[in-house]
C-alpha cells in the first residue's frame, strides 16, 4: 500500500508564501515522477508543477516564476514553494506520485486559501 501525505497549506493574503511538503511512501516504493496539482472550486484538477524524474520540470504557465518544485529523490519527497501568491491561486492542492508503470497515487489535498 502506498501512502501520499501532504502538509503545509493554510491561509494567507495576497503577495504572501506557502510551502507544502509532501511525503509518498510504501514498502519497495519508488515514486518516478512527483508533482503537484490543484482543483479550484466549480474548476476541474490541473497541473501546478511536476517533476519528471528524467531532469524534466514542468510548471503551469500561471505559476512560473512564482513557484518551485523541489525534491528529494531518495525519500521519495518533493515540496513546493509558493511565493507572491494570488488569489486565484486558492485551490485545494494535491500531491502526485507516479511509478515507471505509469501507476498514479494521489494524496488527501491540502487547502490553499489566498484572501486578504
Known amino acids: 500500500q502506498v501512502q501520499v501525505i501532504e502538509s503545509g497549506g493554510g491561509f494567507v493574503q495576497p503577495g504572501g508564501s506557502l510551502r507544502l511538503s509532501c511525503a509518498a511512501s510504501?514498502?519497495?516504493?519508488?515514486?518516478?515522477?512527483m508533482g503537484w496539482y490543484r482543483q479550484a472550486t466549480g474548476k476541474q484538477r490541473e497541473l501546478v508543477a511536476r517533476?519528471?524524474?528524467?531532469?524534466?520540470?514542468d510548471y503551469n504557465t500561471s505559476v512560473k516564476g512564482r513557484f518551485t518544485i523541489s525534491r528529494d529523490n531518495a525519500k521519495n519527497t518533493v515540496s513546493l514553494q509558493m511565493n507572491s501568491l494570488k488569489p486565484e491561486d486558492t485551490a485545494v492542492y494535491f500531491c502526485?506520485?507516479?511509478?515507471?508503470?505509469?501507476?498514479?497515487?494521489w494524496g488527501q489535498g491540502t487547502q490553499v486559501t489566498v484572501s486578504s
Open positions: 517533476d519528471r524524474d528524467v531532469g524534466i520540470i
Open positions: 510504501g514498502r519497495h516504493f519508488r515514486a518516478s515522477g
Open positions: 502526485n506520485a507516479e511509478t515507471n508503470a505509469g501507476i498514479t497515487f
